[in-house]
């Protein structure tokens, strides 16, 4: 039976000025475009409609409610998960997203592993936005080429939740990071005459015995002599350095220590005294290239070290034109220096003068009835009080 306009409008309709009705349906439109199936039954409940009457519809299309949206699924691999030292090789994750990719979406990540972002590596943020039109985004992974010996390493990138999606089971991925750092050696610096033996023998024994080869440099490369009576055997304990000062670069050693005796006097740059034994005044050369080195290494962000009397080579240095100890806590034996015509000068005094900002000795630091725990590390700066001391 056809329904005319003076019969009441159907359910969800609304009435015209002319006293007609219109439909008024919200529905859904399916993947195709077609109307679903609530709004084509009720289209048919208006039955047939009067001869001549216009039926006219019309669709509006609009963002569907989030209870109707798909929530994308992130997950996340590694394209590239071998990164290298060598030829700063880099390192690539990918982010990827499941649906559309009409917007942009931002997926937070946390990084972990055995390496260190900022000295093994840069670029991941902790965050990455896979942009509009597209399904994945890139976290590249920037190699910093360091100088020491590590092994490999990994960076770990973990995705977490956030906003607009979902995080899937490929959640984790690793980039390996290969070293191409072999173990340098340390170079331990003995003075040509009077050098302590037991603070020369036992800094290498230590090291050796930690698989830490070890070159001996002296100001010049010829046989040299320790104090008489400081822990050398039977045969002497004499010396031949494996390379004078002049041709050592920082670059070729992992660190470099200052033997003490008082012949260590010979590698004090900026002192102004003479020394009555004129074999502890060296030559404006040797001193020259012992403050380089001390340069050289501190520039490398290595350490370096100073037993007993070897801490004052340390303090006679210049770097930038201040002292690398100013402003650092150090320690040193309770001795005297050999005689000079600045006057009695203790080890103490050396430190102090060139701005140290503490100075333990005779067993100062730590324990005081003893000297074996009397080691310092103050940035990159290792101070040690004398022979008992030097196994640290």
Known sequence: MARSFDEPPPEDSFTTNAGGWTLLQTDHLNQKGQAMPRFMNRLRSLGTLTAGCLLSIAATFGTAPASAQT???????????????????????????????????????AGSGTATIGSDYAGPTGSVTIA??????????????????????????????????????????????????????????????????????????????????????????????????????????????????????????????????WGASQYQYAFQGTYANAAYNATPAIRADANRLINEFLSQNKYVGGICLGVSDLAWARVNGVSPIRGRQVTTAA??????????????????????????????????????????????IITAGNYDSAAL
Do not use: C
Request: charged share 15%; net charge negative; proline share 6%.
């Open 71 to 109: 929530v994308p699924t992130v997950t996340i691999a590694a394209t590239d998960s071998v990164a290298s030292e060598r030829n700063r090789d880099p390192g690539a994750l990918r982010v990827t997203r499941t649906g559309a990719t009409t917007s942009p979406l931002t997926v937070r990540y």
């Open 335 to 380: 001795f005297s220096s050999p005689t000079n015509n600045v006057g009695q000068l203790t080890y103490r005094w050396h430190m102090e003068q060139n701005g140290a900002a503490a100075v333990f000795d005779g067993g100062g630091y730590g324990n005081p009835s003893t000297y074996t725990d009397d080691v310092i590390v103050d940035g990159r």
């Open 132 to 261: 509009a039109g597209q399904a994945s985004a890139t976290i590249a992974v920037t190699i910093i080429d360091d100088v020491y010996v590590e092994g490999r390493e990994t960076v770990i990138l973990t995705l977490v939740s956030g906003t607009g999606y979902t995080v899937g089971a490929a959640k984790m991925a690793t980039v390996t990071i290969s070293d191409n750092d072999t173990q340098r050696p340390a170079l331990i610096v003995i003075p040509n005459n009077d050098f302590y033996y037991t603070e020369y023998g036992t800094p290498r024994r230590e090291l050796e015995a930690a698989g830490i080869p070890v070159v001996v440099g002296a100001g010049r490369r010829q046989l040299s002599t320790p104090h008489p009576n400081s822990g050398q055997g039977a045969d002497g304990g004499r010396v031949t350095p494996d390379i004078d000062l002049a041709s050592a670069r920082a670059t070729n050693y992992s660190t470099i220590v200052f033997v003490g005796g």
